[in-house]
Nanobody, 128 residues
């Protein structure tokens, strides 16, 4: 089992940056692919990006490409979401999630049901 705790959210002006962290417990962290999702008030949870268990491959939603970067440190049981050039529409609660690799097409991992464990979320507010 994996327990996830996000941190690093806050209030930032448009154009600014934030780095979110997700700390994981459990000795099997390095076997899990990790995803980042976000959910704005009144909206469905939205895929942001994903990183493979080794950290060698990342995949992003169009809204995140070129602005967001996911990385991980398996030695420290942590995954990160670096967010640059933030926009007001990035305002949301951000969640990290862990899921075992399944060999499915990458589009499968855009679905929240592809992940087994979730953190409690950290809120990001971008002011205009």
């Amino acid at each position: 089992q994996v327990q996830l705790v996000e941190s690093g959210g806050g209030l930032v002006q448009a154009g600014g940056s934030l780095r979110l962290s997700c700390a994981a417990s459990g000795r099997t962290f390095s076997t899990y692919a990790m995803g980042w999702f976000r959910q704005a008030p009144g909206k469905e949870r939205e895929f942001v990006g994903r990183i493979t268990s080794s950290g060698s491959v990342t995949y992003y939603a169009d809204s995140a490409k070129g602005r967001f970067t996911i990385s991980r440190d398996n030695a420290k049981n942590a995954v990160f979401l670096q967010m640059n050039i933030l926009k007001p529409e990035d305002t949301a609660a951000y969640y990290c999630a862990a899921g075992l690799p399944s060999g499915r097409a990458i589009a499968y991992y855009r679905d929240p049901t592809a992940y087994d464990y979730w953190g409690q979320g950290t809120r990001v507010t971008v002011s205009s």
